[in-house]
T-cell receptor, first 115, second 116 residues
Framework: GAGVSQSPSNKVTEKGKDVELRCDPI?????LYWYRQSLGQGLEFLIY????????KSGLPSDRFSAERTGGSVSTLTIQRTQQEDSAVYLC?????????????FGEGSRLTVL | AQKVTQAQTEISVVEKEDVTLDCVYE???????LFWYKQPPSGELVFLIRRNSFDEQNEISGRYSWNFQKSTSSFNFTITASQVVDSAVYFCALSDSGTGFQKLVFGTGTRLLVSP
């Protein structure tokens, strides 16, 4: 499709397990973002990729969280040793603007439930 | 530090009523950008508007209008003659030099329920 694609749409896991969430941005978009949306909360910035520059990881809540973006396209967010507080909807967005935040195109999110 | 406050958690209106969603922001920058996004039940956020700090003109797009007032640090959103399809969560957001103009700082959102 033409939009941002995320998978899985739903993931239920047990505490302590590792999970991987995938994001396929809009073709040609150089900027890619991960946000987290917890129940009753706003969107919390996690990480930002722009072209070949070093990613901005300032929003990652702990060292259990990591993300990579291969070939400037698909991104994977990995959460190691999941905790119950990691339960949230993880949203990916992409943008074509290289220098200033403009319109972000969001995927439908990956809902993570940690039991 | 940047902050966006949406004090209204949930608003319920009847179709055809006008409704205003409030957004108050905090930033130390003179150059910044403000945004509104809509999140329908499907979950996918949809961009509505971006406004830079040097443009205080109000904007109207169909039934939507935005009132930007730097004096009160507010960027309010009004829907005229609301419709059931307007039911969604609406987020206000800010970017400034503190975020590298790249990251958006979001408010907690306002859930709008429009009943027939």
């Amino acid at each position: 499709g033409a939009g941002v694609s995320q998978s899985p749409s739903n993931k239920v896991t047990e505490k302590g397990k590792d999970v991987e969430l995938r994001c396929d941005p809009i073709s040609g978009h150089t900027a890619l973002y991960w946000y987290r949306q917890s129940l009753g909360q706003g969107l919390e910035f996690l990480i930002y990729f722009q072209g070949n520059s070093a990613p901005d990881k300032s929003g990652l809540p702990s060292d259990r969280f990591s993300a990579e973006r291969t070939g400037g396209s698909v991104s994977t967010l990995t959460i190691q040793r999941t905790q119950q507080e990691d339960s949230a909807v993880y949203l990916c967005a992409s943008s074509s603007l290289p220098t200033t935040a403009g319109e972000l195109f969001f995927g439908e999110g990956s809902r993570l439930t940690v039991l | 530090a940047q902050k966006v406050t949406q004090a209204q958690t949930e608003i319920s209106v009847v179709e055809k009523e006008d409704v205003t969603l409030d957004c108050v922001y905090e930033t130390r920058d003179t150059t910044y950008y403000l945004f509104w996004y809509k999140q329908p039940p499907s979950g996918e956020l949809v961009f509505l508007i971006r406004r830079n700090s040097f443009d205080e003109q109000n904007e109207i797009s169909g039934r939507y209008s935005w009132n930007f007032q730097k004096s009160t640090s507010s960027f309010n959103f009004t829907i005229t003659a609301s419709q059931v399809v307007d039911s969604a969560v609406y987020f206000c957001a800010l970017s400034d030099s503190g975020t590298g103009f790249q990251k958006l700082v979001f408010g907690t959102g306002t859930r709008l329920l429009v009943s027939p």
